[in-house]
T-cell receptor, first 113, second 115 residues
C-alpha cells in the first residue's frame, strides 16, 4: 500500500534558526496536505498543495510540492518557540469510493529559546 | 476549537473490556474519520464514513467497529481490549469524502488507557 515517509524524525533548533522537514510518497499524489500538532493537542490543517512544482507561503512557512508529485517539503524561516510541535504530511489514496489520508510519522520540532 | 467534539476525553479500562468513543462532526460535515495515534505507529487511519455509509477502511482490527448515525454523529466501539490498544483516538470530519480541496478537521481526541 501507499507509504508516506518523513525525515527527520526529530529536529532541535535554536530560536532564529531555519527548519526543514521532507516528505516522500511511494506513489504519485493528487495532492499533499500538511498538519501541525502542538504537544498535547490535535492535528491542525496547515495547507494543501495540488499542482506539480507548487510553492505556497504562509508567513515564515514555505511549502513545496515536487515536480513528480511524490515529495514535498516544509521550510520554516527563523523559528520561534511557537513553532514547537510535530509537523505531519499526509497524502490521499483513492480507488473507486475508497478515500483515505495516509500520514507520515511526523517531524517533532523543538526550539530552544 | 475545530468544531469536532469527542467524548470521553480520557478513559481508563481493564483488558478484555469494551468501550465506546463518541464523535460529533462539525456542523454541515458529512464525512467522519477515525484515527489512532500511538508513539510507535504515528497516526493510523482506521475507518471513514460518509453520510451514514462506510467509505474506506484502514488498519482497523476486527475487534473494533464503528458506525455513523442518521444525525451524523459517529461511534467507535473497541472490544476485547488489550494493553496495546492504549492510544489517542482522533475523530475528524470534512464536508465531502474526496480529498481534493477538502480539509479535514480533527477533534481533541480520546485518550484510552488499558490496564
Amino acid at each position: 500500500g501507499q507509504q508516506v515517509m518523513q525525515i527527520p524524525q526529530y529536529q532541535h533548533v535554536q530560536e532564529g534558526e531555519d527548519f526543514t522537514t521532507y516528505c516522500n510518497s511511494s506513489t504519485t499524489l493528487s495532492n499533499i496536505q500538511w498538519y501541525k500538532q502542538r504537544p498535547g493537542g490535535h492535528p491542525v490543517f496547515l495547507i494543501q498543495l495540488v499542482k506539480s512544482g507548487e510553492v505556497k507561503k504562509q508567513k515564515r512557512l514555505t511549502f513545496q510540492f515536487g515536480e513528480a508529485k511524490k515529495n514535498s517539503s516544509l521550510h520554516i524561516t527563523a523559528t520561534q518557540t511557537t513553532d514547537v510541535g510535530t509537523y505531519f504530511c499526509a497524502g490521499p489514496s483513492s480507488g473507486g469510493s475508497n478515500y483515505k489520508l495516509t500520514f507520515g510519522k511526523g517531524t517533532l520540532l523543538t526550539v530552544n529559546p | 476549537d475545530s468544531g469536532v467534539t469527542q467524548t470521553p476525553k480520557h478513559l481508563i479500562t481493564a483488558t478484555g473490556q469494551r468501550v465506546t468513543l463518541r464523535c460529533s462532526p462539525r456542523s454541515g460535515d458529512l464525512s467522519v474519520y477515525w484515527y489512532q495515534q500511538s508513539l510507535d505507529q504515528g497516526l493510523q487511519f482506521l475507518i471513514q464514513y460518509y453520510n451514514g455509509e462506510e467509505r474506506a477502511k484502514g488498519n482497523i482490527l476486527e475487534r473494533f467497529s464503528a458506525q455513523q448515525f442518521p444525525d451524523l454523529h459517529s461511534e467507535l466501539n473497541l472490544s476485547s481490549l488489550e494493553l496495546g490498544d492504549s492510544a489517542l483516538y482522533f475523530c475528524a470530519s470534512s464536508v465531502a469524502f474526496g480529498f481534493s480541496g477538502n480539509t479535514i478537521y480533527f477533534g481533541e481526541g480520546s485518550w484510552l488507557t488499558v490496564v
